[in-house]
């Protein structure tokens, strides 16, 4: 679907469900809740887990499903390159909302859970966006994650895990894509004793597993041409169920990949009263793999020069950034090659949002880097609400 078509807010009918919805990670599920009939989720939370310290994590299990928790989601951003030199960016996010927990409804139909889906290519070089979405329940096996078959889907879009290597399959009206995986690096805890505290009070929090460099190959279609490509990729694994502080606005993400085989994950929260949430955090990967968790007074992240303005949303995004890590002596500026990777729902209802690839350069240790990686912006449209 290109940017056009998604303003116009084309729907998509897959396994019994007509209905727009816009939007990644936590956005994706605000508009989960937000857009459909009321009370559809109003059961209570109490009958989940909460994400609590000392998690003990075991993989392969802990890529899968953990419906004892309301919330989950699977994130794969990356930045790939044709052999011709042209530069793509792409996501394909998986989210899993717990609706029911009744051990009674055991029909194939029953809704336990629902299932949203985004698919997004960036042509960076054509200067393009597209993107498209989908909502299933799982019925019979339309939509999942599961251990035993290893693999997450909805519909005919999926990644599918062989050992440590997977598959990424995605058709949209527009491109597909079809690429294979290696991660180069073992699985980051991200957090502290094995939860990522997004707010003050018990189990305001997610557990939280990151691939921070994956070995990228495969092929996209796009415009009727076939193009192999090969790079880097990312991938996110969430799983909580409370939601954020009702102080806080929005936040900006950042997943980078750099030159020297390092990694940076870094997010602020933005609190209504104009500041910094003391909850935002970070997490560097260095080249061997060995982490370190970033506390908000470990890291600046500040806005630089560069803005977009929406002509859709009227919002205006700050899509160029300054990063400092005193502690490993990084500087780093981030850039975008597409200043129009906006998302936005039919309904004004629903916050748009930026989410993009772009590149970074800058110093580590005073010798010169370079890098890529993913930009999520959200609030700027309006505030976001999570409780």
Do not use: C
């Amino acid at each position: 679907m290109s940017r056009e078509g998604a303003r116009k807010g084309r729907s998509q009918r897959d396994g019994g469900f007509l209905v727009w919805l816009g939007g990644a990670r936590l956005v994706s599920w605000l508009l989960l809740l937000s857009l459909l009939p009321t009370g559809l989720f109003a059961q209570d939370q109490a009958l989940y887990e909460t994400a609590r310290p000392g998690y003990r994590y075991q993989f392969p299990r802990d890529y899968f499903d953990h419906p004892s928790y309301q919330t989950e989601w699977w994130y794969y951003t990356g930045n790939v390159t044709a052999f011709s030199g042209r530069r793509f960016g792409f996501e394909l996010t998986f989210f899993r909302q717990g609706t029911d927990r009744d051990a009674t409804k055991s029909q194939t139909w029953e809704i336990q859970d629902l299932y949203l889906a985004h698919l997004a290519l960036s042509d960076l070089d054509g200067g393009k966006f597209y993107h498209t979405e989908r909502l299933n329940r799982r019925g019979p096996e339309i939509a999942g994650a599961d251990e035993t078959q290893q693999r997450v889907w909805n519909g005919n879009w999926q990644v599918k895990w062989n050992g440590e290597d997977q598959e990424l399959q995605a058709v949209g009206p527009d491109f597909t894509l079809q690429l294979k995986l290696h991660p180069e690096k073992p699985p980051v805890i991200q957090g502290e004793n094995g939860v990522s505290q997004k707010s003050a009070g018990d189990g305001h929090a997610s557990h939280y597993v990151s691939l921070t460099r994956i070995a990228t190959e495969g092929e996209i279609k796009l415009g009727g041409k076939s193009y192999e490509v090969s790079g880097v990729s990312w991938m996110d694994h969430e799983f909580f169920t409370t939601g954020l502080d009702t102080e806080q606005l929005g936040w900006d993400w950042l997943a980078i990949q750099l030159s020297d085989r390092t990694e940076l994950m870094l997010y602020h929260f933005r609190r209504k009263d104009g500041g910094i949430d003391p909850y935002s955090s970070g997490t560097y990967v260095d080249a061997q793999g060995k982490t370190t968790h970033l506390q908000a007074a470990d890291f600046s992240l500040d806005a630089a020069a560069e803005h977009w303005k929406s002509p859709t949303t009227h919002a205006t995004y700050p899509i160029g950034w300054k990063i400092r890590v005193p502690q490993f002596a990084i500087s780093l500026e981030v850039k975008t090659p597409l200043p129009s990777q906006e998302l936005t729902g039919q309904s004004r209802l629903s916050p748009g949002y930026w989410e993009g690839a772009v590149t970074l350069s800058g110093t580590r240790l005073t010798q010169p880097v370079a890098g890529v990686g993913y930009l999520e912006l959200t609030g700027y449209d309006h505030p976001i609400h999570l409780q």
